[in-house]
T-cell receptor, first 115, second 112 residues
Framework: AQSVAQPEDQVNVAEGNPLTVKCTYS??????LFWYVQYPNRGLQFLLK??????LVKGSYGFEAEFNKSQTSFHLKKPSALVSDSALYFC?????????????FGKGTKLSVKP | ETGVTQSPTHLIKTRGQQVTLRCSSQ?????VSWYQQALGQGPQFIFQ???????GRGNFPPRFSGLQFPNYSSELNVNALELDDSALYLC???????????FGSGTQLSVL
């Protein structure tokens, strides 16, 4: 079965420090991987995606993610966290053989950045 | 702003009732997906519509149904509401094959 796991319910970081939000996946075939962010009372916003190519993917708001096939991971990173980065982050994978909008999401990780 | 609008923003229904949720698509986006997000969980795929036809469905019963209109707006209908249907319902649209979904802010449905 295809799945996405976000092992941390919450990540706490001080402003200015680097942040990492972890994601591992289990899929059939080559994975299409995504990160989305959700602010309170808002829908999800696309951050970045990995389809193929360079294992380090750069996205919106200074975020990047590293695809690691051997570890089946796709961790989200940012060199210097901002208070405004505080939100709920979701990792997702496209269902193998599924339609474009058919994604499996993780449970989400709440990122809290303190001043 | 994603250009995707959902209505209503909040809705309260009682068990057994029927509900219709609406989503207007961003211009040029001919594909719409619907997701259910229970409290503390990630969104779960309900189904997707492309050119007014359902072309993908998640693990949801037939009482969850949808429509897509020629202007690409969409409806999600849920019959015989159950308490477990209480959730945030999100629609997401996309256009060309760029794999990027644009989400609306959702409809918060409470079933009492």
């Amino acid at each position: 079965a295809q799945s996405v796991a976000q092992p941390e319910d919450q990540v706490n970081v001080a402003e200015g420090n680097p942040l990492t939000v972890k994601c591992t996946y289990s899929v059939s075939g080559n994975p299409y991987l995504f990160w989305y962010v959700q602010y309170p009372n808002r829908g999800l916003q696309f951050l970045l995606k990995y389809i193929t190519g360079d294992n380090l993917v750069k996205g919106s708001y200074g975020f990047e993610a590293e695809f690691n096939k051997s570890q089946t991971s796709f961790h989200l990173k940012k060199p210097s966290a901002l208070v405004s980065d505080s939100a709920l982050y979701f990792c997702a994978v496209r269902v193998y053989g599924g339609s474009q909008g058919n994604l499996i999401f993780g449970k989400g990780t709440k990122l809290s950045v303190k001043p | 702003e994603t250009g995707v609008t959902q209505s209503p923003t909040h809705l309260i229904k009682t068990r057994g009732q029927q509900v219709t949720l609406r989503c207007s698509s961003q211009s040029g986006h001919n594909t719409v997906s619907w997701y259910q997000q229970a409290l503390g969980q990630g969104p779960q795929f309900i189904f997707q519509y492309y050119r007014e036809e359902e072309n993908g469905r998640g693990n949801f019963p037939p009482r969850f149904s949808g429509l897509q209109f020629p202007n690409y707006s969409s409806e999600l209908n849920v019959n015989a509401l159950e308490l477990d249907d209480s959730a945030l319902y999100l629609c997401a649209t996309t256009g060309a094959q760029n794999e990027k979904l644009f989400f609306g802010s959702g409809t918060q449905l409470s079933v009492l």
